[in-house]
């Protein structure tokens, strides 16, 4: 059965609200917070591939990624993404084929190899905090912090990440305060501490209002 978004209470909500008047306006004005993660992101997908989709994804225009995501795919069983094991028995060629380039192919390899060994236990992982689960991701070769945090709020839907590095939470924050420069990650670091324990609606919020100016 899959489980249900996760999704703030009111009173929690009600407390962003307070905490930060000009955010609770946005978020009003765009909401209500859809919660994650979706049903559709979560059926038939296990992390591995949810990981294995996060890294085929990067840098990569959405068009183009979902085409290539869905030739892995096809190298799996009934079309969905490879196992670790099945992955580990495609060459390089296939995956080259299907449009893969060499340094995903390592990634993709080394984020089998470490699943299939033990190295990472994906299984429990949601069982981690979320300093653990990241400490654990980014020591896969092409998952970095950003990549972990949006496993942590898509994948787990935990409520309180705020990735301070995204130029969309950036460009949110300049707009949403009027600002003539983006803040750094360090002042959207600071300026996030009153979110807390909602940093992911903040999130969700910032990218909705960047969407505005495009």
């Given at each position: 059965?899959?489980?249900?978004?996760?999704?703030?209470?009111?009173?929690?909500?009600a407390?962003?609200n307070?905490?930060?008047?000009?955010?609770?306006?946005?978020?009003?004005?765009?909401?209500?917070?859809?919660?994650?993660?979706?049903?559709?992101?979560?059926?038939?997908?296990?992390?591995?591939?949810?990981?294995?989709?996060?890294?085929?994804?990067?840098?990569?225009?959405?068009?183009?990624?979902?085409?290539?995501?869905?030739?892995?795919?096809?190298?799996?069983?009934?079309?969905?993404?490879?196992?670790?094991?099945?992955?580990?028995?495609?060459?390089?060629k296939?995956?080259?084929?299907?449009?893969?380039?060499?340094?995903?192919?390592?990634?993709?390899?080394d984020?089998?190899?470490?699943?299939?060994?033990?190295?990472?236990?994906?299984?429990?992982?949601?069982?981690?905090?979320?300093?653990?689960?990241?400490?654990?991701?980014?020591?896969?070769?092409?998952?970095?912090?950003w990549?972990?945090?949006?496993?942590?709020?898509?994948?787990?839907?935990?409520?309180?990440?705020?990735?301070?590095?995204?130029?969309?939470?950036?460009?949110?924050?300049?707009?949403?305060?009027?600002?003539?420069?983006?803040?750094?990650?360090?002042?959207?670091?600071?300026?996030?501490?009153?979110?807390?324990?909602?940093r992911?609606?903040?999130?969700?919020?910032?990218?909705?209002?960047?969407?505005?100016?495009?």
């Open positions: 059965m899959t489980r249900p978004p996760l999704r703030p209470t009111r009173q929690a909500l407390r962003l307070r905490a930060d008047p000009p955010l609770g306006a946005a978020l009003r004005q765009h909401g209500p917070y859809p919660g994650f993660p979706s049903p559709a992101d979560k059926r038939g997908m296990t992390h591995f591939a949810a990981l294995g989709r996060s890294i085929l994804y990067q840098q990569l225009a959405t068009a183009a990624a979902r085409t290539i995501h869905g030739r892995v795919c096809a190298l799996g069983q009934a079309g969905r993404f490879p196992t670790a094991p099945q992955l580990l028995a495609l060459s390089d296939q995956l080259a084929k299907a449009g893969v380039s060499g340094p995903k192919r390592l990634a993709l390899r984020l089998s190899e470490r699943a299939e060994d033990g190295r990472l236990k994906l299984r429990s992982i949601g069982r981690c905090s979320d300093q653990e689960i990241i400490d654990r991701l980014v020591t896969v070769r092409g998952i970095g912090v990549s972990a945090q949006m496993f942590l709020m898509f994948r787990l839907g935990r409520l309180d990440v705020m990735p301070t590095g995204d130029l969309g939470i950036q460009e949110g924050l300049r707009r949403l305060e009027s600002l003539d420069e983006r803040p750094t990650p360090k002042e959207v670091l600071a300026r996030s501490e009153c979110w807390a324990p909602l992911s609606v903040a999130a969700w919020t910032l990218w909705r209002v960047a969407d505005e100016g495009r």
